[in-house]
Nanobody, 128 residues
């Protein structure tokens, strides 16, 4: 059974930093794609793809959303089963529930997150 468990969320002031970790288990081998998503709460909630690694086995450079480029960094451990999200110079707009995702499926050459697995998420709050 595939499981993804996030940790490291919390509260930080604007300009601060946080590191999120995601332990992935249950895959026979590396998942093809691993990434981070975030979702804001409330009636106008927005779900955003923060960034992802398209080919976990290779040294693929992560892809990032424009909103986090230059501030957030995605990396993985050598074993390939821990995904990190280092967040720096954080802004109140970064407040959200962050979840990690993994998938072995592609559609039209792109990672198909809908056919993969996702963790429960961890809350990140940035105060001004």
């Amino acid at each position: 059974q595939v499981q993804l468990v996030e940790s490291g969320g919390g509260s930080v002031q604007a300009g601060g930093s946080l590191r999120l970790s995601c332990v992935v288990s249950g895959y026979k081998d590396y998942p093809v794609c691993m990434g981070w998503f975030r979702q804001t709460p409330g009636p106008g909630k927005v779900r955003e793809e923060v960034g992802f690694i398209d080919d976990v086995r290779s040294a693929t450079v992560p892809t990032y959303a424009d909103s986090v480029k230059g501030r957030f960094t995605i990396s993985k451990d050598n074993g390939g089963n821990i995904l990190y999200l280092d967040m720096h110079n954080m802004e109140p707009e970064d407040s959200a529930i962050y979840s990690c995702a993994a998938t072995n499926r592609r559609s039209y050459g792109r990672c198909n997150w809908g056919l993969g697995n996702r963790g429960q998420g961890t809350q990140v709050t940035v105060s001004s």
